[in-house]
């Protein structure tokens, strides 16, 4: 694994998670952890990883690896991926894949051509409550027409103007702000629960113009601090979003709304358990919004945690969409987001902030 950070933490819990909690016929080892400093000797020890290095090519070199998992900032996932898949590496990548879709569209061709499994890493899709809305609309419980997906992902940590300037404050590093970071789990799901837009409208802010740096100094922010869209979907509905980190009071906060023919679904990740289904074909006088608990043995994943009713969280959504990995790897079926699906949220992501330039409609 490359990076050892805050996804990097939530990585590592993750595959050892798969390793005791499913049952699938793969030994798991934690190989090889890679960072840039001399911390990631103690990372190694702290995350259970058997050893520590300092450069990511001495993972992608080493023939005892099978799997690659990349959760450095995102500049350099094009380069280590390319050389991982080149390496005959089944790759993870963590979000966004790229830096633009030209970048992600050669990151998706290699992997072509590699013929590795590639997952990428958005996470949400390994709600319970997600995976189930998903069954849901594909067993038309939503109707035939899909009129709305809304959905909005709310975090604060830059409302304050003193936050000093960070990696993903720099379009060089991060490619975008709030739209490659977060948006970019708003169009993952959209293209996941309802398919995806043809041409969006958008709208861009940053509001604090330059940060301090830690060191000393000042510099630029050159990304957008919050993003708004409206969107045609594929499907003939209407689809907008919305995603900042000024939202005062909103740690990470995502929630999303379906509207079809004959019925709704809501969810919000603050109560992540849960998924709220309304049927338009229930009888009139007991027509409301259910809530759903989605933690049953009959719910997805809900064989591989806790008896029914005891919740599982943020760090078990990494685990169960590793899980659909590895049971691929292991030769059986699963399904999770690839890099095609970087390459067609990108395209997404790339015409948002073209239209916030251009201040007109845009096609994907
Ligand atoms: N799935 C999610 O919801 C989610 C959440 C947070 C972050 N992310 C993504 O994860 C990635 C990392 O984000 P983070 O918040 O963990 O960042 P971070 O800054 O906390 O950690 C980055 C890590 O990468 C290491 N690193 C950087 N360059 C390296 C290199 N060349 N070689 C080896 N190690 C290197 C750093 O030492 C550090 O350990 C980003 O792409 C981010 O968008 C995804």
């Known amino acids: 694994m490359i990076g050892y950070r805050f996804m990097g933490k939530a990585h590592s819990n993750a595959w050892r998670q798969v390793g005791h909690f499913f049952d699938l016929p793969v030994d798991l080892r934690l190989r090889t952890v890679c960072g840039r400093s001399a911390e990631v000797e103690d990372a190694a020890k702290k995350l259970g990883w058997e050893r520590a290095v300092k450069d990511w090519r001495e993972v992608v070199e080493d023939p005892e690896i099978d799997v690659v998992d990349i959760c ?7 380069e280590i991926a390319l050389a991982a898949m080149a390496a005959g590496k089944a790759v993870v990548c963590e979000k966004p894949l790229a830096l633009d879709a030209a970048q992600a569209r050669k990151m998706a061709d290699a992997a072509q051509t590699a013929g590795v499994p590639n997952l990428l890493c958005h996470n949400y899709r390994g709600i319970p ?13 939503l109707g035939e027409t899909i009129y709305h997906f809304r959905a909005r992902y709310a975090q604060d940590w830059l409302a304050d103007p003193q936050f000093p300037f960070v990696w993903r404050l720099d379009a060089a590093v991060a490619g975008s702000g709030a739209n490659g970071d977060i948006n970019a789990h708003i169009i993952d799901l959209m293209r996941h629960l ?8 958008a709208t861009e802010r940053t509001f604090v113009k330059t940060r301090a740096k830690v060191g000393g100094g000042e510099a630029e922010v050159t990304v957008d601090d919050a993003v708004a869209w409206i969107g045609k979907l594929a499907g003939g509905g209407l689809a907008n979003g919305e995603a900042t980190r000024f939202a005062h009071g909103r740690k990470n906060q995502i929630s999303w709304e379906i509207n079809g023919s004959h019925g709704s679904l809501f969810f ?17 006088n007991r027509r409301g919004f259910r809530d759903i608990l989605v933690t049953e043995r009959e719910h997805p994943y809900g064989n591989a945690w806790w008896p029914p009713g005891h919740i599982t969280g943020y760090e078990h959504t990494f685990a169960n969409l590793f899980s659909e990995f590895v049971s691929v790897l292991a030769g059986g079926r699963g399904s999770f987001p690839t890099f095609e699906d970087g390459w ?9 902030r073209r239209s916030a330039q251009t201040r007109s409609w845009e096609k994907v």
Not at 72 to 78: A, M
């Open 72 to 78: 450095t900032p995102n500049d350099s996932h094009c």
């Open 268 to 284: 919000d990740f603050e109560d992540m358990n849960r998924l709220h289904f309304y049927d338009a074909g229930d009888p009139a």
């Open 344 to 352: 067609e949220n990108q395209k997404v992501l790339d015409a948002i």
């Open 194 to 201: 309802v398919g995806g837009v043809e041409e969006v409208s």
């Open 129 to 141: 409550a997600v995976a189930l809305a998903k069954q849901m609309v594909e067993e038309g419980l």
